[in-house]
């Protein structure tokens, strides 16, 4: 069995800066201060600004998450948007404090190994779903292999469903007695992926993939699921159908996604996005905080500059 670093699939002819990262994910939430409540506390997030209804937390003045309240929002089923978000730590200590937290505040959480990172999920007050994970690669690996078959192997070689229980004591020990649970995450801390529901796989990657330049990770049809990423990073979007193939986009007074975004590292990689976008025609948004493009499944997606 390889247990080599997994490899692009495929890196796309143009492809896009290998050093792009996902900056932070946009919500639309139904209670402003109930969120920020729970981002500080809970997540261990600051707020970095406030403007009337919007809101944006994270470390170092640098947004992980940004908050609209939408009056009157609903909640909708059986639509495109976001699966989860994801923030990384940068070690098993800080994820071990994170994870504390949330054993503290007896927030429910669902620890879980896969094997090449530790995580746990959990949601908001709102039903937004959360990862909050660190890489632990040197403990082994987890991809699509060549027949679209997702494998998850432990470094000596037992197989793993990638799912299983996270040690819990393994992780605390990373913590010593004088460690505190309630101090904000360290400034190393970034969103490490998104999980999106899409309505189409062959869809999805044409357009992050062909289109946009992200390398292909892999696909498992008969998971439903893909994953694309800059640089050979095992997924910076993971996309799957379970909400139904042919899923429709949510309303316009939905709570959820708003969109996510990407850092493009410098100027030339911008100039080489956007001449890509324009090429190929593109519809696309061009604001004050960057390049808004839609994919197929109507998940909107905002390339920055960093």
């Given amino acids: 069995m390889n247990l080599s670093p997994p490899q692009p699939v495929a890196i796309a002819r143009h492809r896009i800066h290998p050093d792009t990262r996902p900056a932070y994910v946009h919500l639309n939430v139904a209670d402003l201060e109930q969120q920020l409540r729970f981002y500080q506390q809970v997540i261990g997030l600051q707020i970095n600004w406030r403007d009337g209804q919007q809101a944006g937390l994270g470390v170092d003045e640098r947004d992980l998450v940004r908050l609209t309240q939408l009056a009157r929002g609903k909640r909708y089923r059986g639509v495109t948007g976001i699966y989860h978000y994801a923030i990384l730590f940068p070690n098993r200590r800080e994820l071990a404090r994170a994870v504390g937290r949330l054993f503290a505040l007896r927030w429910p959480n669902y620890p879980t190994d896969h094997v090449m990172t530790k995580t ?83 869809a999805t990657r044409h357009f992050y993939h062909d289109l946009l ?30 909400q139904g193939e042919g899923a429709p986009p949510p309303p316009s007074d939905a709570l959820g996604l708003n969109h996510i975004a990407f850092t493009l590292p410098d100027q030339p990689a911008w100039d080489s996005l956007l001449s890509r976008i324009e090429y190929l025609q593109l519809p696309y948004e061009q604001t004050e905080a960057g390049l808004m493009l839609t994919d197929p499944a109507q998940n909107r997606v905002l390339f920055k500059l960093s």
């Fill in 120 to 202: 746990t999920y959990l949601a908001d007050p709102e039903g937004n779903e959360i990862e909050l994970y660190c890489e632990s690669p040197e403990d082994g690996v987890f991809g699509f292999n060549e027949r679209g078959e997702f494998y998850a192997v432990w470094a000596d070689g037992r197989l793993s469903n990638g799912r299983e229980p996270l040690d819990l004591d393994a992780l605390f020990a990373h913590l010593s007695p004088t460690d505190r649970l309630d101090t904000p995450v360290p400034p190393d801390t970034r969103i490490g992926h998104f999980h999106l529901y899409v309505a189409s796989l062959p």
């Fill in 213 to 242: 330049g992200f390398d292909d990770m892999g696909m498992a049809r008969s998971f439903r699921m893909g994953m694309v990423s800059a640089g050979g990073y095992h997924h910076h979007i993971g996309y799957n159908t379970w």
